[in-house]
């Protein structure tokens, strides 16, 4: 029996939004993810958003749209990578619900980053350089807020989706 939301976080291509939707689905759960209640809110996309108010003005919303996500229902949120930057929105993951961080490797993450040019903290000349630094600058964070850390580099997302689950039933039944 699932009381708390389930916050997924992890680096950009970890497959929090595709894994997140599949994962709520089986739990019977509504879904979220705050970087489309983020868009939905702005009435513009991520791209627009950097161009227009840099990654200030979009940690600023994004910081506003969790607040609103913990005010809400219980259910599955797909989070932005860059969530956990902040101190405030550290704490608000670790109150407001469990948190599972996805991992998948390096190489991993280029491939399914690379399909589109929707990410802004991507379009740089070496893409892979950048993940590598966001991966190393991050992980102590994502680890400091997660529950559960699951890796989704053998597997496909419905598979990844059925190992979170049973993780995070096999958590609840040690609690
Ligand atoms: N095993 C897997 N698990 C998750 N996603 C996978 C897997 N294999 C391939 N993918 C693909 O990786 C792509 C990126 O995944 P997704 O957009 O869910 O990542 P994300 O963690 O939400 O990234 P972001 O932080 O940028 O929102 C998707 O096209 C997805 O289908
Ligand atoms: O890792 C990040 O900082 C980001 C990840 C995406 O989910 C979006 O939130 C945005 O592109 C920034
Ligand atoms: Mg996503």
């Known amino acids: 029996m699932i009381s708390r939301s389930i916050f997924l976080v992890g680096p950009m291509g970890a497959g929090k939004s595709t894994i997140g939707k599949l994962l ?5 759960l509504p879904f979220a993810d705050s970087d489309k209640v983020l868009e939905e809110k702005t009435g513009a996309d991520i791209p627009w958003i950097f161009d227009v108010e840099g990654e200030a003005g979009f940690r600023r919303r994004e910081s506003d749209t969790l607040r609103q996500l913990c005010e809400g229902p219980v259910q599955v949120i797909a989070t932005g990578g860059g969530i956990v930057l902040r101190e405030e929105n550290r ?7 469990l948190v599972v961080y996805l991992q998948a490797s390096i190489d991993q993450l280029m491939e399914r980053t690379s399909k589109n040019s929707n990410r802004p ?8 350089a950048r993940i590598i630094e966001l991966v190393e600058e991050r992980d102590p964070l994502y680890r400091e807020v997660a529950d559960l850390v699951c890796e989704t580099d053998y597997c496909t997302p419905k598979q990844a989706a059925i190992r979170v689950a049973e993780r995070l039933s096999e958590a609840s039944s040690t609690d």
């Open 121 to 128: 903290l991507l379009q740089v000349a070496d893409p892979r």
């Open 91 to 97: 704490r608000l993951l670790r109150k407001h619900g």
């Open 24 to 28: 709520a689905a089986q739990l019977r």
